[in-house]
């Protein structure tokens, strides 16, 4: 099991005990342990990466998948960027970094880092959609979980294959889409950045 150790100064410590937070007195630090929302820590984590992508407002996905484990369907969440956010496109030196304006809706996936307002705002809405360190990338991301038998759901099944989680192949697929239009901004370190929606006009708006 990889331990997610935090970086908390002696004033913090009945903070983050209080949290859920557990000491290691051989390392002497404190870590969060397995099954507690990193999302509660953010103040005490690494300092984030240097986030990629920007807006002055999100859309946030809502749909259903079918668990592979238990066979029942779940709700399930990620993050869509209207047009005029911003990405940045890395240069071979920093000074060479810009930013550029999105000219079309983008879908965002391999997310490793979500700004606390949004990070925040995501964790009151449901504890099924949180970061997890996985083996096959060796790093902590953004993912779905099953809300009844905790199975973690594939990235790339959700964000990259038509007809499935947030890639719409048909209408149906689209409608089944729920948009929260949040006016609220929004930043986020990602590896994943899919540019032009599929039926994005389709999908369904909520309140």
Same mark, same amino acid.
């Not at 859920?20 to 390392?27: H, I, L, M, T, Y």
């Given at each position: 099991?990889?331990?997610?150790?935090?970086?908390?100064?002696?004033?913090?410590n009945?903070?983050?005990k209080?949290?859920?937070?557990?000491?290691?007195?051989?390392?002497? =630090?404190?870590?969060?342990p397995?099954?507690?929302?990193?999302?509660?820590?953010?103040?005490?984590?690494a300092?984030?990466?240097?986030v990629?992508?920007r807006?002055?407002?999100?859309?946030?996905?809502?749909?259903?998948?079918?668990?592979?484990?238990?066979?029942k369907?779940?709700?399930?969440?990620?993050?869509m960027?209207?047009?005029?956010?911003?990405?940045?496109?890395?240069?071979?030196?920093?000074?060479?970094?810009?930013?550029?304006?999105?000219?079309?809706? =983008?879908?965002?996936?391999?997310?490793?880092?979500?700004?606390?307002?949004?990070?925040?705002?995501?964790?009151?809405?449901?504890?099924?959609?949180?970061?997890?360190? =996985?083996?096959?990338?060796?790093?902590?991301?953004?993912?779905?979980?099953?809300?009844?038998?905790?199975?973690?759901f594939?990235?790339?099944?959700?964000?990259?294959?038509?007809?499935?989680?947030?890639?719409?192949?048909?209408?149906e697929d689209?409608?089944?889409?729920?948009?929260?239009?949040?006016?609220?901004?929004?930043?986020?370190?990602?590896?994943?950045?899919?540019?032009?929606?599929?039926?994005?006009?389709?999908?369904?708006?909520?309140?």
């Amino acid at each position: 099991m990889t331990v997610l150790n935090l970086r908390v100064p002696f004033v913090d410590n009945d903070a983050v005990k209080k949290l859920g937070a557990r000491w290691n007195p051989v390392s002497k =630090t404190w870590y969060v342990p397995e099954g507690l929302n990193p999302v509660l820590f953010s103040e005490w984590l690494a300092p984030p990466p240097d986030v990629n992508v920007r807006s002055s407002r999100y859309l946030l996905a809502c749909s259903q998948h079918q668990c592979h484990r238990c066979n029942k369907w779940s709700a399930i969440y990620g993050f869509m960027l209207p047009v005029g956010h911003e990405a940045l496109n890395v240069g071979e030196t920093e000074e060479e970094d810009e930013w550029e304006y999105g000219d079309d809706p =983008t879908l965002l996936s391999h997310i490793e880092y979500l700004c606390p307002t949004v990070a925040a705002r995501v964790a009151a809405l449901t504890p099924f959609y949180r970061p997890s360190f =996985t083996t096959d990338q060796n790093e902590f991301y953004y993912c779905n979980f099953c809300e009844h038998c905790q199975a973690r759901f594939n990235d790339h099944q959700l964000f990259s294959e038509p007809g499935e989680g947030f890639v719409a192949f048909c209408l149906e697929d689209a409608q089944r889409i729920q948009l929260i239009d949040i006016k609220e901004s929004f930043a986020a370190q990602c590896n994943g950045l899919s540019i032009g929606i599929a039926l994005f006009e389709d999908m369904t708006y909520v309140e």
